[in-house]
């Protein structure tokens, strides 16, 4: 049965005839000539064509983009430090994980804690509405501090 559902929809509606019992799985050649000449336009249906889009064209833009953003950074130096260091840590964050991953049950006793925490959260600040507005002055007065307007 499973087999006559896949070929229905991999023929777009078109039946194979019945095999009879104890036949094997893949039909034969004569069987497949069988298909009825009405169902070939279905079967066209099911190609797709390729967009025709030039993503060269685009590539370039974005190298040209990508250069007048690198003239307009005035400090080089410190961005290029930035990015180092930014580097530098996702690598010192990777040795740490995978050091931490090595020893026994502290992976698993982590990810407890981790739900414990989401646990936490989700009951203090989302599960009532007064929390959620606390929560939404709360991140509001964190950005004015982080943007110095505060």
Do not use: H
Request: aromatic share 6%; with cysteine.
């Amino acid at each position: 049965m499973a087999a006559t559902a896949y070929s229905v929809a991999l023929l777009g509606g078109a039946r194979l005839p019945a095999a009879p019992r104890g036949s094997a799985l893949l039909p034969r050649r004569s069987v497949c000539q069988q298909l009825r000449l009405q169902d070939a336009p279905r079967l066209s249906l099911l190609r797709l064509k390729a967009a025709s889009e030039d993503t060269s064209a685009s590539g370039d833009e974005l190298i040209e983009d990508l250069k007048a953003k690198w003239d307009a950074v005035e400090d080089k130096p410190t961005v290029l430090l930035y990015g180092g260091g930014a580097v530098v840590a996702l690598w010192l964050t990777s040795v740490v994980v995978g050091a931490i991953n090595a020893v026994p049950l502290l992976p698993k006793l982590l990810e407890l804690v981790g739900l414990g925490y989401t646990g936490w959260f989700v009951y203090r600040y989302l599960l009532f509405k007064e929390s959620r507005k606390e929560l939404a002055t709360d991140i509001e007065t964190l950005k004015k501090k982080i943007a110095g307007t505060e």
